[in-house]
């Protein structure tokens, strides 16, 4: 045998000794939860060249254990231990960190660390979830709403800010999670409290017109079980001054709902939302639904109405369908933001509807910067795993060592 050929067979088989892992960042595709993506990823990794090393490795040491301790484990099968660092919405899209044996310890970090996003809100509608997945609870009004509107609201939630998180979401209320009491349609038996969070940074990518779009609200509407229970624990039986539910439910006047905030580290913060000025409900301009007003005509100068005869039976289909639909539907808006750790995305779509006088529900979402894994960078494209294991594996590896390099 040749020596490079000799060189290269004890270099592979050296390579196959080495036990990988650490933590590595991974594209999420849409429509699929953060865990099916670990089981995803095992199904992958359990039988690879690649980890096997780990498995042999974990096989000896669970051997190794004592009787008692063999009993205890939770999890008697063996297979390539995975987690994340830090849950996206089944809709999202993009940076998911995920951590391979010993690299699990590390995750905690991300949880703590700044994260960027990207996000379509689409006004007109609340959603049990908050976002586009969930039910209709509530439909308003949206065709006041424009960029300016949107953009004088955002300054409220810059900065220092208080928050409450979707009633979907994994939060623990006396050890039940909240999304629990959420599909039992129970209320929560202690009111969701807000939690202090940072917005370093937001802004507006884009402003989408009504009608320019492909987002919708769901088409499938809340039970009223359901509906009541929002009302109490999605504190939606109130809307900003001036705001207009049009679901069918009794309107609800009045002052918009004031939070009162306690103390942020050592300063004071104050989130309240500025009210936007009215217009006067009379103005010819003021729109309802998207659709302008028609002026009231004056009667006074108006010619007397007449009967349409046998000769123009035709006229009002004819009129009706000259006439197009002046509701295009709600209009979106796509924001830029870099947040801190427990900052919900859903939380902010439903705040900013409320804010500028209507509602609003996430649509789209992209975590595009988590910690140093940054999309089109370091981040692996989730595809390749389907491309087999010789494309996938070199890529891993890679990932994991350069944080092996850099490992706290």
């Given at each position: 045998m ?71 484990r ?11 660092g ?65 953009k ?7 900065g ?23 599909r ?5 038996p202690?009111e ?9 940074k ?54 918009k ?51 349409p ?19 295009k ?16 995305v ?21 975590r595009?910067?988590?910690g ?11 595809e ?25």
């Amino acid at each position: 045998m040749r020596l490079p050929t000799i060189c290269n067979t004890l270099r592979m088989a050296k390579s196959q000794l080495k036990v990988v892992e650490g933590v590595f960042a991974i594209n999420k595709p849409p429509d699929i939860s953060s865990a099916q993506v670990i089981r995803n990823l095992q199904q992958h990794f359990n039988p690879s060249t690649l980890f096997a090393p780990w498995l042999a490795a974990e096989r000896a040491s669970r051997n190794a254990e004592s009787r008692p301790q063999q009993r205890r484990r939770r999890d008697k099968r063996l297979q390539v231990k995975i987690g994340h660092g830090g849950t996206l919405d089944p809709m999202a899209t993009g940076v998911l960190i995920m951590g391979v044996g010993k690299g699990t310890k590390y995750l905690q970090n991300f949880l703590e660390c700044t994260k960027s996003y990207e996000a379509t809100i689409l006004f007109g509608g609340a959603t049990d979830t908050y976002d586009t997945l969930g039910k209709v609870l509530r439909r308003a009004e949206y065709g006041h709403v424009t960029r300016e509107t949107v953009k004088k609201a955002l300054g409220s939630f810059t900065g220092k800010i208080m928050q409450r998180p979707p009633i979907y979401s994994a939060l623990r209320v006396q050890g039940k999670r909240l999304y629990e009491y959420a599909r039992e349609g129970k209320e929560v038996p202690t009111e969701i409290m807000e939690r202090p969070v940072e917005v370093k940074k937001l802004q507006i990518v884009e402003w989408l017109d009504g009608g320019s779009h492909q987002y919708n609200l769901p088409e499938e509407e809340a039970e009223v079980e359901a509906k009541e229970v929002a009302n109490k624990v999605l504190h939606l039986d109130y809307v900003v001054a001036g705001a207009s539910i049009i679901d069918g439910t009794e309107d609800v006047n009045g002052t918009k709902r004031k939070r009162e905030l306690a103390g942020f580290g050592d300063s004071v913060v104050s989130n309240k939302r500025p009210a936007l000025e009215q217009e006067d409900a009379s103005s010819p301009q003021m729109l309802m639904s998207g659709g302008l007003q028609i002026p009231e005509l004056d009667s006074s100068k108006s010619p007397e109405p007449t009967l349409p005869t046998s000769a123009d039976h035709d006229c009002r289909p004819l009129l009706q369908e000259s006439l197009p639909s002046l509701d295009k539907g709600p209009p979106a808006v796509k924001l830029r933001m870099t947040v801190t750790s427990g900052f919900y995305v859903r939380s902010l779509s439903h705040d900013l509807g409320e804010a500028v006088g209507s509602l609003a529900c996430m649509s789209a979402l992209v975590r595009t910067r988590q910690g140093d894994f940054e999309l089109g960078k370091n981040v692996l494209e989730y595809e390749v795993l389907e491309r087999g294991e010789d494309v996938w594996a070199p890529q891993i590896q890679k990932l994991l060592d350069q944080w092996d390099q850099k490992a706290p």
